[in-house]
């Protein structure tokens, strides 16, 4: 059975490299994302850095389950930058990244061909540079009990091993709950036939 609750993505963003082509200058990095409302910012900041720079082009991917993506050429010849950097991406099998490559032109034109060379490589480049760890998708719970219950929650908690984010011990106690994807529909059984126990699944 294929482990679908485990990804590859990248623990943080990359050294920048630098990809030479015919003069033309490829700058590369590979950026950690959890939302698209993070590219936009980045985009922008290398704008602003590299002021000469023709084109910011981009690839990204988000999610386990069902992945979105999306490939920008920036005003270079269609396909000829975003997908190759997307290719990237999926070559590295890697999810909830950013690879961003900014070009300056060098004066001599590359070529659709030599341009998904050039942007293909440098997203290579940034990739062999990034440092990729392997992450769990986990599903979090909310938990509701009284203090008659305290004793069978906690020892279902420290039997099954797992994580306590966060809890709240009032009149009554509540319990924020992390569980690995993959064992979340086991633990949810567990405390809901629980009376009167009450268990929320929460984003």
């Not at 050294?15 to 698209?36: G, M, N, Q, R």
């Not at 709240?168 to 949810?188: A, H, N, P, Q, Y």
């Amino acid at each position: 059975m294929e482990k679908t609750d485990v990804y590859r993505t990248v623990a943080e963003t990359s050294p920048e490299i630098l990809h030479k082509d015919k003069k033309s200058k490829f700058y590369a990095a590979v950026h950690p994302i959890t939302s698209e409302e993070e590219v936009k910012p980045i985009v922008e900041e290398l704008k602003k850095k590299y002021h000469t720079a023709n084109h910011v082009c981009y690839a990204w991917q988000l999610g386990v389950e069902n992945p979105s993506y999306r490939a920008n050429d920036d005003g270079e010849p269609n396909n000829s930058a975003g997908m190759p950097i997307y290719g990237q991406i999926q070559a590295y099998d890697l999810t909830n990244v950013l690879i961003t490559v900014t070009r300056i032109f060098g004066g001599t034109k590359l070529g659709v061909g030599g341009l998904i060379q050039a942007y293909r490589t440098a997203a290579q480049m940034a990739l062999d540079g990034a440092k990729i760890v392997e992450k769990i998708v986990e599903t979090r719970f909310r938990i509701q009990f009284g203090y008659a219950e305290m004793d069978k929650v906690m020892r279902i908690v420290k039997q099954k091993n797992l994580s306590i984010v966060s809890q709240k011990m009032d009149m009554d106690c509540e319990l924020i709950l992390s569980v690995r994807m993959g064992e979340s529909d086991g633990t949810f059984r567990l405390f809901d036939e629980m009376h009167p126990v009450e268990i929320a699944i929460i984003d």
